[in-house]
Nanobody
Framework: VQLQASGGGYVQPGGSLRLSCAASGRTFSTYAWFRQAPGKEREFLAG????????RYADAVRGRFTISRDRPSNTVYLQMNSLKPEDTAVYYC????????????????????WGQGTQVTVSS
């Protein structure tokens, strides 16, 4: 079982990127995106149940980032718009076999599987 994150890169402030998280081997019940900047703790960004029944966003990204999924390719996306320099970080996708409840989604230790991380740099 693997989670493969991709799509990071270098973008100017105000720009957009779309991150992908492809799951091989199985489909999980809950997916999430986190990020970690140098010297900071891992930060929850967005989470969703594969069924689509529950979605949650962190205040810092609500309205700018959108989590979605594509069933045929077993892939979860994070569309990031209006990027800011403070969005610079390594971005990680995470997944768990359980249907995590709304209050549990932001807890990084709730997720059993993690992708390898993809670097996002926002700078002029």
């Amino acid at each position: 079982v693997q989670l493969q994150a991709s799509g990071g890169g270098y973008v100017q402030p105000g720009g957009s990127l779309r991150l992908s998280c492809a799951a091989s081997g199985r489909t999980f019940s809950t997916y999430a995106w986190f990020r970690q900047a140098p010297g900071k703790e891992r930060e929850f960004l967005a989470g969703m149940r594969w069924s689509g029944s529950t979605t949650r966003y962190a205040d810092a990204v609500r309205g700018r980032f959108t989590i979605s999924r594509d069933r045929p390719s077993n892939t979860v996306y994070l569309q990031m718009n209006s990027l800011k320099p403070e969005d610079t970080a390594v971005y990680y996708c995470a997944a768990d076999s359980r249907n995590l409840i709304f209050s549990t989604m932001p807890q990084h230790d709730a997720y059993e599987y993690w992708g390898q991380g993809t670097q996002v740099t926002v700078s002029s």
